[in-house]
């Protein structure tokens, strides 16, 4: 079992920032890669990043691509999420997930998952 635990949401004015966190341990010898979604209510949870855990490659959606960046310290098990130039339109539960797989949009691939963190930007 995995266990993943994301910190660091909360309100913001449209423009700020913020830095998440997600913390993993148990049995995550079979991590080949992790990411970030989220899902807005009355929506489906979509991708916003992921990265290769072992060299660190990354992936973004159009849609965060340049505010966003995902990065991971291998010494704390914990990958990050700063968001940067934050809009209304990313009001989310952001939830961080666990993958044995390449970095894909796909949901299901990705094994564990956290228990999300909300982020609000007000206008």
């Known amino acids: 079992q995995v266990q993943l635990v994301e910190s660091g949401g909360g309100l913001v004015q449209a423009g700020g920032s913020l830095r998440l966190s997600c913390a993993a341990s148990?049995?995550?010898?079979?991590?080949?890669?992790m990411g970030w979604f989220r899902q807005a209510p009355g929506k489906e949870r979509e991708f916003v990043a992921a990265i290769i855990w072992s060299g660190g490659s990354t992936y973004y959606a159009d849609s965060v691509k340049g505010r966003f960046t995902i990065s991971r310290d291998n010494a704390k098990n914990t990958m990050y999420l700063q968001m940067d130039t934050l809009k209304p339109e990313d009001t989310a539960v952001y939830y961080c997930a666990f993958s044995s797989w390449h970095p894909t949009h796909a949901t299901q691939r990705y094994d564990y998952w956290g228990q999300g963190t909300q982020v609000t930007v007000s206008s």
């Open positions: 148990g049995r995550t010898f079979s991590r080949y890669s």
